[in-house]
């Protein structure tokens, strides 16, 4: 009788073991369920395209402060240069140069990049380069482009407070004679009216569209890019 | 016992499965050069290119060091100011030239920062042969150290392979 408690409490054991085993891994479950529901709901709360076409005052209400500070409709026209009194305001800009047509991959994240741009700066209107000004931008990403204050911005650019620049190198055929994407060679964002302003990065590294904007941590310096805005209207 | 020898073997397998698989790893191999020029060089721009450098170094990176008139002869160019300038060539073939463990450089970044002139210029050169180009001014740019760390981090992996 004694033997056969002990082989049951033995049993019990087990069981209670089994059981803990088997709540752990349910919990983990649970957990990693709960985990990846939350990263889905943030990604859509990030979401950012309809809710900044749709709505563009709820951007406004996130209180990012670039996105506040990229509203071009914002009274400082009176005391900024005498070029921008003659320019009339436009939102930030947002410019893809690509040599010949970029493949569908790449256009659909040059569109996820400008979904990530929008939410983070405010308001972005993108434009297709004239022919005209395709020299000029090609430009930015040169060497001695930009900051150096040599610049060549179109004047159809400059009532921007801002610009965000991607250049997409042309896609190469590899040995099957597919089109393979070189991903990004150039990003620029600066102040049309004072090109020495901002940031750039050129060069084939290789790096795609989507990893380039997934890090799109250029807020704080699109932030810091408009501030001097306000500084030089104060 | 038959049981808890069971057990053991489950949690065993859970935690061998779980370390990821490193053979062949390697840390990148980068050398970081101040280029500010002695002229420019002030208080504020040291601890400016230091912030690059403790946001160009983490886990998976080994930072050599070299001042400029080494550098100059590894690249074989006798003008320091024309760095952005340089062929890409000038970079990717002194990888080879220095050596940590028979191991080449993956990656050579120039960094020049003059917080007193709002300007943080960078050069990096990744395994992949390419070279990129950063440029940062108009506003404190030593605040965003930490940032053109990260770029320059990115494009020393470039085509990185162990």
């Known amino acids: 009788m004694k033997k056969s408690a002990g082989a049951v409490l033995f049993r019990m054991k087990r069981t209670t073991i089994f059981a803990c085993g088997v709540l752990i891994a349910l919990a983990g479950c649970g957990s990693e369920a709960s985990a990846s529901g939350t990263s889905a709901s943030s990604l859509a709360a990030q979401e950012p395209s309809r809710a900044a076409s749709a709505a563009p005052e709820q ?35 947002f410019v893809v140069l690509s040599e010949g047509e970029p493949l569908r991959s790449e256009a ?20 297709e380069i004239a022919e005209a000004d395709r020299a000029a931008v090609r430009s930015w990403f040169q060497p001695e482009g930009l900051v150096v204050g040599n610049a060549n911005v179109p004047v159809a650019y400059r009532g921007a407070p801002i610009i965000v620049a991607i250049e997409i190198a042309a896609p190469v055929r590899n040995r099957r004679g597919r089109r393979v994407s070189q991903g990004v060679t150039g990003l620029a964002v600066f102040r049309p009216d004072q090109p020495s302003t901002g940031f750039v990065s050129a ?19 699109a932030a810091a890019i408009l501030a001097t805005r306000e500084g030089d209207a104060s | 016992m038959k049981f808890r020898a069971t057990l053991v073997a489950i949690f065993a397998s859970i935690l061998w499965f779980h370390v990821p698989a490193q053979a062949g790893d390697r840390d990148l191999e980068i050398l970081v050069v101040n280029m500010t020029p002695d002229a420019a060089s002030d208080e504020a721009s040291r601890t400016c290119f230091q912030r690059v450098l403790r946001g160009i170094r983490n886990d998976g990176t080994h930072l050599l060091r070299r001042g400029e008139t080494g550098l100059l002869r590894l690249v074989q160019r006798d003008d320091p100011r024309e760095f952005m300038s340089w062929p890409d060539e000038a970079l990717t073939d002194a990888h080879s030239r220095v050596q940590t463990h028979n191991i080449p450089l993956d990656s050579i970044a120039l960094v020049d920062c003059r917080p007193s002139e709002q300007s ?16 940062l001014g108009g506003f404190a740019v030593e ?20």
């Open chain 1, 203 to 221: 060069g084939p590294a290789g790096i795609y569209v989507s990893s380039y904007i997934e890090e799109f941590e250029l807020a704080p310096v």
């Open chain 1, 108 to 127: 659909r994240e040059i569109d996820g990049a400008e979904r990530q741009i929008r939410r983070r700066i405010g308001e972005l209107e993108r434009i």
């Open chain 2, 120 to 135: 943080l210029v960078v050069r990096v050169s990744s395994p992949s042969g390419a070279t990129s180009r950063i440029r």
């Open chain 2, 143 to 162: 605040e965003h150290a930490a940032f053109v760390a990260r770029r320059i981090r990115d494009r020393a992996w470039a085509g990185w392979s162990p």
């Open chain 1, 59 to 93: 951007v406004e209400a996130t209180g990012e402060p670039e996105a506040a500070a990229a509203e071009p409709g914002s009274e400082e026209g009176g005391s900024e240069s005498e070029l921008a009194q003659n320019i009339e305001p436009r939102p930030p800009l």
